[in-house]
């Protein structure tokens, strides 16, 4: 069964930062990871799709890679502002695409 | 719009009284999914269905119930909910399997005292 972690759990940046949020898994055949933003109390935002034939995807200020192999995917945000805030979380399908496996998220603080 | 709809999005309850959460597509997905989330625990997911009349357990079922019977629909149902089932709950849907974007309702809020 998948393990993933995310790191750091929390983190605090003066607005204008570029940062990097990671998430680690056990087993490199996933068929694609999805980041997402949460904000308190609310429902989950799709932010990027990377299918496992692909390396990285953009969208605006924010990059996600994907490297099986070391089972690692990083987002970058770029120049964060403090609408940035939220806590992110990446996913991915387990179980020949069945289940769907959350790692426990970053909590992201940008500060005005 | 495209759009996942639940229903309730807040709900308080007593022990042992039967519940539906409804959860509702209009993307013409065939998978859907739901997924409870505590603090410290993360997401966890409770059923998924591959399609219609086509469901399976997750991580989590015990105490729940799912049903299938149209495409846009896949309920979840707490025959004799527990304190222990209070939490926050959403609903996700994607094209095909859980290898494709997924989408999310808003969630619903359950209190069960």
């Known amino acids: 069964k998948q393990e993933v972690t995310q790191i750091p759990a929390a983190l605090s940046v003066p607005e204008g930062e570029n940062l990097v949020l990671n998430c680690s898994f056990t087993?490199?055949?996933?068929?694609?990871l999805q980041w997402f933003r949460q904000d308190p109390g609310k429902g989950l935002t799709s932010l990027l799709l990377?299918?496992?034939?692909?390396r990285e995807q953009t969208s605006g200020r924010l990059n996600a890679s994907l490297d099986k192999s070391s089972g690692r995917s990083t987002l970058y945000i770029a120049a964060s502002q403090p609408g940035d805030s939220a806590t992110y979380l990446c996913a991915f399908p387990d179980n020949y695409g069945q289940n769907f496996v959350f790692g426990p998220g970053t909590r992201l603080s940008v500060l005005p | 719009e495209a759009q996942v709809t639940q229903n309730p999005r807040y709900l308080i309850t007593v022990t042992g009284k039967k519940l539906t959460v409804t959860c509702s597509q209009n993307m013409n997905h065939e998978y859907m999914s739901w997924y409870r989330q505590d603090p410290g625990l993360g997401l966890r997911q409770i059923y998924y269905?591959?399609?219609?009349?086509?469901?399976d357990k997750g991580d989590v079922p015990e105490g729940y119930k799912v049903s299938r019977k149209e495409k846009r629909n896949f309920p979840l149902i707490l025959e004799s909910p527990s304190p222990n089932q209070t939490s926050l709950y959403f609903c996700a849907s994607s094209y095909v399997t859980g290898g494709n974007e997924q989408y999310f309702g808003p969630g619903t809020r359950l209190t069960v005292t």
């Open positions: 087993d490199s055949a996933i068929y694609n």
């Open positions: 269905s591959m399609n219609v009349e086509v469901t």
């Open positions: 990377i299918q496992s034939s692909q």
